[in-house]
């Protein structure tokens, strides 16, 4: 029982982790190309 409730928790939190990361170097590439211009 205990492992089913921790592997959704790990999922989520691994899935906001990617969705993090992603937004992060979104901003880090917006930041470079704004200050190319």
Known sequence: M???LV???DF????AQS????E???L???G???SKW
């Open 2 to 4: 205990s492992e089913k």
């Open 32 to 34: 470079m190309n704004l």
């Open 28 to 30: 880090i590439m917006t």
């Open 19 to 22: 969705a993090y990361q992603v």
């Open 7 to 9: 592997f959704p928790e």
């Open 24 to 26: 992060g170097n979104n």
């Open 12 to 15: 989520l939190w691994g899935s």
